[in-house]
């Protein structure tokens, strides 16, 4: 698997040393947008099925086919996805890549910073927390470099 390589990091303001990459995406994209992302080495990974509003208005999905919604919102799922600071252009990237349809209603990216990481399992925290089993770190050391 390739690695997440560094970015040239944009001055996210605030600074932080893990963000997290907020996604409203449309739900039948999902599947493509998290292989994709595990291809590079992400592997932690939240979703949630949410119901928003916005240009799309009250348009229903028209993959939805017959589901007609009562109320103006529209079905997408949220993608929660935390990184490393020079992970988060290549992150964006990919999901703005594959979730892109050119329709309105494809979706909308949030930058957050996160001001900390616990792993409830062994209470570490920062780096060590953030770090997946068989993330970057472990593919670096196992990928020769380019
Ligand atoms: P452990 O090593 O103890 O299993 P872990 O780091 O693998 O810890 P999990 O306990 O498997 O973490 O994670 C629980 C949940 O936290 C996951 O199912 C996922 O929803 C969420 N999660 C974990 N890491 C991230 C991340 N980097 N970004 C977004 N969500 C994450
Ligand atoms: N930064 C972590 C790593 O490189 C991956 C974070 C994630 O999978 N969301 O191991």
């Known amino acids: 698997l390739p690695i997440v390589r560094a970015q040239s990091s944009p001055d996210y303001t605030p600074d932080a040393q893990f963000y997290k990459v907020e996604a409203i995406l449309r739900p039948w994209r999902i599947q493509q947008v998290s292989s994709a992302l595990l291809k590079m080495g992400i592997r932690g990974v939240t979703v949630s099925d949410v119901r928003g509003f916005g240009a799309q208005g009250g348009s229903p999905e028209r993959q939805a086919g017959s589901e007609f919604s009562e109320d103006k919102f529209v079905a997408k799922v949220k993608m929660e996805i935390v990184v490393s ?62």
């Open 85 to 146: 600071k020079d992970q988060v252009e290549a992150v964006i990237d990919k999901i703005s890549e594959v979730a892109r349809t050119g329709e309105i209603g494809d979706g909308k990216i949030f930058l957050v910073p996160i001001s900390d990481v616990i792993r409830v399992r062994t209470g570490e925290r920062g780096e060590l927390a953030e770090r997946m089993t068989g993330g970057r770190t472990d593919m670096s050391t196992t990928t020769p470099p380019a």
